[in-house]
């Protein structure tokens, strides 16, 4: 073979190479989308969105979200790959400023991750929009804990957070989810607007004002563990459980019950007969109750808990509009989510409301009814059902510490959830089926339940600061309801 025959040869070897992995649609960064195709999924997004979501114009109008939704319509690019599309969806989606409704990358995206070293080393700690190091993945780098991050690959930490609370799904107008789930997801979303990166050049602060920047290699370590914070040595652990732990001190008659998840469906009755049981042998015990970064979970154990809290019977009630879906091929429900709504939708109506179908699940005192003083810390990511519940705490009068939960206080979407998966790009969204009505009068339009005492989060794992001040209030009885109160640590 001559030498210009093996330069064309070369040469077209490159092209055909080329040619393939323009079409190779399992990239790291996802399928390459035309513009068309990116259209198409779009316009199913769109369309799915307004027909099938219970209530989404509800913190928002129709005329602004279709003005939003034409814009970035027109400005789609001639091509985008499955994370920039992603980024485009999340933003639509967030309009409707339901928590419940969100978007994830393709599972073939996901599969492709797999055994790949893809993540920052570390995750962070937000405290008033600024980002410092709370865990690595071993002890070998040159920042360390508590270290500020000034910004990554020459991106500036303020601006990776604007973008991310753009795509970020949260109840209403409250920041208080958005802000916890950023927090608590770093390291996946910077995957979700940067891509897979060969190296991270990490700018950070030292505790002593030192700037420097060092590069780091993605990894698929996991973090180290962190050290569980324990209750006071006067707190004597009861019973617990993988989901809860109830905690008493016999000295101050002061009782913990942690309950992180209300996702259980089997084990949540005889649990909470178990810990209320044990209350009323206490007579006035003062009960702490702790929903930090309790998500929701099952309305049924939520609402089983509430049993026993709640002096009258009471409601859950829960909505979905009567009208006819505009249907399409890639919008539906699993199998046990169809049954449900079958048997929801014969169950005989207590209440009537135009243009809505409504079901509603009645629950009746429990014997082991608790009638001491509840005092209940919160946060951002107490979502769903978890802010459902404390909503109806905050209804009967219990003092509130924390952070504004992430969920609404005057109810949210849920129940159950509709699955989509838009045709070209393959994106995986979530929309639920029924809006949740709460049984509080107190919440603020499309705010959470706000505490009576706000405390800040620290960046010292080594103790519970928030719990600790509230077992001070509570000791020192300094509460009076109403209380609108900032404890700084």
Known sequence: MTFRRK???IFILILIQGVVYSQNTTRLNGKLLTKQQAL?????????????HPNPFLYNTESNIKAFYESQKSSLPAELDELEFHFVCRQLISQLKCGHTYAKPSVAWYDSLKGKNIQLPFDIKNINGKLFINNTVDDTFDFGINDEILSINNVTTESILE???LMQERDGFTESFSN????????????????????????????????????VQPTNKKLKDIK?????????????????TFSFDASSNIAYLKISSFSDRKEFKEYYKSVFK??????????????????GGYFGNGNKFLTYLTPKKFDLSFQEPIKKKAKNDYIGLNKWSKWTKVAFSLKPSKQKVKGQSTTTLTYKPSNYLFDGKVFVITNGITFSQAALVAAQ???????FFGQETGGTEMGCNGILNYDLILPN?????TIPVYHVKSNSNKGEFGYGVKPNYHIQPTLDNSKDYILNEVIKVIRDEEYKLPITRILNP
Request: cysteine-free.
């Open 228 to 244: 569980s914070v324990g209750l006071p040595a006067d707190f004597i652990r009861i019973t617990e459980n993988n989901w809860s």
């Open 393 to 399: 705490l905050n209804e009967l009068g219990a003092v």
């Open 7 to 9: 330069i064309i040869f």
């Open 163 to 165: 973008k991310m609370s």
């Open 425 to 429: 790009s393959e994106l995986v969204v």
């Open 40 to 52: 198409d999924d779009f316009n199913v997004l769109y369309t799915s969105l307004i027909n099938y």
């Open 180 to 215: 916890a789930l950023i927090e608590k997801r770093f390291r996946t979303y910077l995957l979700f607007l940067m891509g897979i990166q060969k190296e991270y050049v990490i700018e950070y602060k030292t505790s002593t004002g030192e700037v420097n920047k060092v590069t």
């Open 278 to 295: 044990f209350l009323q042998e206490k007579p006035n015990t003062k009960l702490i109750i702790d929903f930090r970064d309790n998500t």
